[in-house]
């Protein structure tokens, strides 16, 4: 009889305890839940393919030669074998807390030289640069500038006078010894 009492009194209190842990679950408030989604894992950055800024796009002129081309905006991502009078310029990027970013330039040659372009209206390098940045910034930005006074406290104190000139150092040799013996 002992041993069914001593049963049920474990099994009464499994029951309670997994009833607590039950109600436990069912406090979690929203501002738990904000400090929850506020500590994500870390999530690679994915940079693919070439940025071309506005920059670039204006150096580019109908009638350049695909080298000339190449200089500016650099090696194409696509290059379609069966279209070899098409380069495509693809970018993406995808940062986190950072919207995901994608733009295309697509080059048309007639024959070795630029016919048109098309694609994306790209950003200049300033503009790509401030889209990086997924932290708010709040808060007025200070103003770095010193007055002369500040500066001339900062300065480092001059040596007197009396102090002894460095002394020059010796010439160079005219020639090196040679680095491996000779045979």
């Not at 919207?99 to 098309?118: D, H, P, V």
């Not at 007055?147 to 002394?167: D, I, Q, R």
Request: charged residues 25%.
């Amino acid at each position: 009889m002992l041993a069914i009492f001593r049963s049920r009194l474990w099994l009464l209190a499994a029951a309670a305890a997994a009833t607590a842990a039950l109600g436990a679950c069912s406090s979690v408030t929203e501002s738990t839940r904000s400090a929850l989604v506020a500590v994500t894992p870390y999530k690679v950055e994915i940079v693919q393919g070439n940025f071309v800024s506005k920059e670039q796009v204006d150096m580019l002129k109908v009638g350049m030669s695909r080298q000339q081309v190449r200089e500016i905006l650099g090696t194409s991502l696509l290059t379609d074998v069966f279209h070899s009078d098409r380069w495509d310029y693809v970018f993406t990027i995808r940062r986190q807390g950072v919207e995901a970013q994608q733009r295309r330039l697509t080059l048309f040659f007639n024959g070795e030289l630029l016919a048109r372009f098309e694609g994306d209206t790209m950003p200049s390098e300033q503009e790509f640069v401030a889209t990086l940045d997924g932290r708010k910034r709040t808060g007025k930005i200070p103003q770095l500038e010193a007055t002369e006074e500040e500066l001339k406290k900062l300065a480092p104190a001059k040596p007197p006078a009396t102090a002894a000139a460095p002394t020059a150092l010796p010439p160079l040799p005219a020639s090196y010894p040679p680095l491996e013996s000779k045979r």
